[in-house]
T-cell receptor, first 116, second 111 residues
Framework: ETGVTQTPRHLVMGMTNKKSLKCEQHLGHNAMYWYKQSAKKPLELMFVYNFKEQTENNSVPSRFSPECPNSSHLFLHLHTLQPEDSALYLC???????????????FGPGTRLTVT | EDQVTQSPEALRLQEGESSSLNCSYTVSGLRGLFWYRQDPGKGPEFLFTLYSAGEEKEKERLKATLTKKESFLHITAPKPEDSATYLCAVQSVQGAQKLVFGQGTRLTINP
């Protein structure tokens, strides 16, 4: 495997279900991210993890729960979602070098989530 | 608040017809501006990072330029395989690792 991988690629779940999205990065990076991409809206940052520690939660509802067991793996646990949560969920990783340096993020293919 | 506006929303060109996409931004202090390409049903693919006004980067038929208020993605003699949505994002000095994205320009190249 190379780059950033995500599973599953497609997920349909009911509002009462619990499911998890998985992301793995094979780039040796030290930071990982979750983004949400809805139709007609820009990508929205959800969570940031640096060296396994959550450093940003962009006012995301508690029905989304991230987990980062190590610097290569990232999960997004989902429970009691709403239909408006249907979107493409993208994982990304980057190598953070220094506080003032720009860091390009590399994205996975995404999980297309449909909440019924 | 950091903001990114891309124009046009959609652009149709004939194969070989050169054009430019615009990314206007407001940011407290620019750490970096990024261009990505996104194909339908896929994640964004990194293209360029620009750091300072006057900088230019090139890759095949694409050239990205940067001023203090906007960036352009110039496409020279495009081919149908250049059809995609092109995304612009900024990273500010205060924003740590957060990228703020524009809504993208959907580019279609007709053969």
């Amino acid at each position: 495997e190379t780059g950033v991988t995500q599973t599953p690629r497609h997920l349909v779940m009911g509002m009462t279900n619990k499911k998890s999205l998985k992301c793995e990065q094979h780039l040796g990076h030290n930071a990982m991210y979750w983004y949400k991409q809805s139709a007609k809206k820009p990508l929205e940052l959800m969570f940031v993890y640096n060296f396994k520690e959550q450093t940003e939660n962009n006012s995301v509802p508690s029905r989304f729960s991230p987990e980062c067991p190590n610097s290569s793996h990232l999960f997004l646990h989902l429970h009691t979602l709403q239909p408006e949560d249907s979107a493409l969920y993208l994982c990304a990783s980057s190598q953070v070098i220094g506080a003032g340096e720009p860091c390009e993020q590399y994205f996975g293919p995404g999980t297309r989530l449909t909440v019924t | 608040e950091d903001q990114v506006t891309q124009s046009p929303e959609a652009l149709r060109l004939q194969e070989g017809e050169s054009s430019s996409l615009n990314c206007s931004y407001t940011v407290s202090g620019l750490r970096g501006l990024f261009w990505y390409r996104q194909d339908p049903g896929k994640g964004p693919e990194f293209l360029f990072t620009l750091y300072s006004a006057g900088e230019e980067k090139e890759k095949e038929r694409l050239k990205a330029t940067l001023t203090k208020k906007e960036s352009f993605l110039h496409i020279t003699a495009p081919k149908p395989e250049d059809s995609a949505t092109y995304l612009c994002a900024v990273q500010s000095v205060q924003g740590a690792q957060k990228l703020v994205f524009g809504q993208g320009t959907r580019l279609t190249i007709n053969p």
